[in-house]
Nanobody, 115 residues
Framework: QVQLVESGGGLVQPGGSLRLSCTASGSIFRIDVMGWYRQAPGKQRELVATIRNDNSITYADSVKGRFTCSRNNAKNTVYLQMNSLKPEDTAVYYC?????????WGQGTQVTVSA
C-alpha cells in the first residue's frame, strides 16, 4: 500500500504563486508516473500535469507556461510550481501515483485564488 501526503495549498491573490508537494511512502515497488489532478466545485476531476520516470511531462493546455511539474525520485516526491494563478485555478488539487497495475490518490489540498 502506498500513501500520498500533499502540502502547500492555500489562499492566494490572482497573479500569485503557490508550490504544492506530494510525498509517497509505504510499500513502494516502483512508481512510474506521478502527477496532479484538480477538481473544482461542480466539475469533474481533470489532469493538471503528470511526470514519468524519464521526466517526460504532460500538461493541461490551461496551465501550460504557468505551472511547472518536477519530481525527485530519490524522495518519491512530486512538486507543482504554480505561477500567474487565476481564479479559475481554484480547486482541490490531488496527487496521483501510478505503479504497474495500481494507482493511488492523495487526500487533496485546497487552492483558492481570490482577491
Amino acid at each position: 500500500q502506498v500513501q500520498l501526503v500533499e502540502s502547500g495549498g492555500g489562499l492566494v491573490q490572482p497573479g500569485g504563486s503557490l508550490r504544492l508537494s506530494c510525498t509517497a511512502s509505504g510499500s513502494i515497488f516502483r512508481i512510474d508516473v506521478m502527477g496532479w489532478y484538480r477538481q473544482a466545485p461542480g466539475k469533474q476531476r481533470e489532469l493538471v500535469a503528470t511526470i514519468r520516470n524519464d521526466n517526460s511531462i504532460t500538461y493541461a493546455d490551461s496551465v501550460k507556461g504557468r505551472f511547472t511539474c518536477s519530481r525527485n525520485n530519490a524522495k518519491n516526491t512530486v512538486y507543482l510550481q504554480m505561477n500567474s494563478l487565476k481564479p479559475e485555478d481554484t480547486a482541490v488539487y490531488y496527487c496521483h501515483a501510478q505503479e504497474v497495475g495500481r494507482g493511488y490518490w492523495g487526500q487533496g489540498t485546497q487552492v483558492t485564488v481570490s482577491a
